[in-house]
């Protein structure tokens, strides 16, 4: 008799991250840097798991969780499946992006409204006719927190792809521009659409790391450095204040599904 996704996911997301599943708290941050994971254990004073597996996770005394889950498409699938074993009050998602249009510049925050489906990704999980869009009370409280500090933030719809070696094809860049998006990245509609499948409230907060329709703007390693020296703190203090604020004040970020 064939395994229940049950019992592959309870497996599987220790396997994945070497956490043990009681160790896995109600909020999760996910993010695809090493660094955010040990930012946040140097914070919080606690342990960071899965040194030596796919994905790294640390929680903290308050019951909150980051992972890093790698990069890419599959890899939000993956664990946004995963987290099925634990089944989290909401999920948010601290990833960089680049920006597509005049107003988003380097260290500005998007904060997407929904997210076009180019990865392919979430096709197996959802009609390409369903939208990708976040959990938007969840939105509500990350919003907040970007106004208490007067910081500089978007909101639109982001494009996400596949591809990550797109910047010399002048084709894509055309029809990109066709969609209108206000930035692009290869996580945002998958983890929305998953999390839909789910039922995992979900949502984003993307840091502008390059602009990557100018050749100068494309990112490079000095580049993405300075990005993440100048605003990786922030970006990461903003998810935990955020998650944090919602479980302090015990509101439920409800997912429904029509």
């Known amino acids: 008799m064939a395994l229940s996704k049950e019992e592959i996911v309870r497996d599987w997301l220790t396997r994945y991250t070497g956490m043990p599943l009681s160790k896995f708290g109600d909020y999760?941050?996910?993010?695809?840097?090493?660094?955010?994971?040990?930012?946040?254990?140097?914070?919080?004073?606690?342990?960071?798991?899965?040194?030596?597996?796919?994905?790294?996770?640390?929680?903290?005394?308050?019951?909150?969780?980051?992972?890093?889950?790698?990069?890419?498409?599959?890899?939000?699938?993956?664990?946004?499946?995963?987290?099925?074993?634990?089944?989290?009050?909401?999920?948010?998602?601290?990833?960089?992006?680049?920006?597509?249009?005049?107003?988003?510049?380097?260290?500005?925050?998007?904060?997407?409204?929904?997210?076009?489906?180019?990865?392919?990704?979430?096709?197996?999980?959802?009609?390409?006719?369903?939208?990708?869009?976040?959990?938007?009370?969840?939105?509500?409280?990350?919003?907040?927190?970007?106004?208490?500090?007067?910081?500089d933030y978007r909101t639109g719809v982001v494009y996400t792809t596949n591809r990550r070696v797109w910047e010399h094809d002048a084709a894509f860049r055309e029809r990109l521009q066709s969609f209108t998006p206000i930035g692009i990245d290869m996580e945002t509609a998958t983890l929305f659409i998953v999390g839909h499948a789910n039922q995992i409230a979900r949502g984003a907060l993307l840091l502008v790391s390059d602009v990557p329709t100018t050749p100068e703007g494309v990112k490079t390693s000095l580049s993405d450095a300075a990005v993440s020296r100048d605003w990786g703190k922030i970006h990461l203090e903003l998810g935990i204040d955020a998650l944090s604020d919602i479980d302090d004040k015990g509101e439920e970020i409800k997912h429904f599904r029509y």
């Open 28 to 151: 999760v941050l996910l993010t695809n840097f090493h660094d955010y994971v040990h930012r946040f254990a140097e914070r919080f004073d606690c342990e960071v798991y899965g040194e030596d597996r796919p994905m790294q996770a640390a929680t903290n005394a308050d019951g909150l969780t980051i992972i890093n889950f790698g990069i890419g498409s599959p890899n939000a699938a993956t664990v946004m499946d995963l987290l099925t074993a634990h089944r989290p009050k909401a999920v948010l998602f601290l990833g960089k992006c680049g920006g597509l249009k005049h107003s988003t510049e380097i260290g500005h925050f998007i904060l997407p409204i929904g997210a076009i489906r180019g990865e392919g990704t979430s096709d197996d999980y959802m009609d390409p006719l369903v939208p990708a869009l976040p959990s938007f009370k969840l939105h509500k409280f990350v919003s907040q927190k970007l106004v208490e500090r007067n910081l």
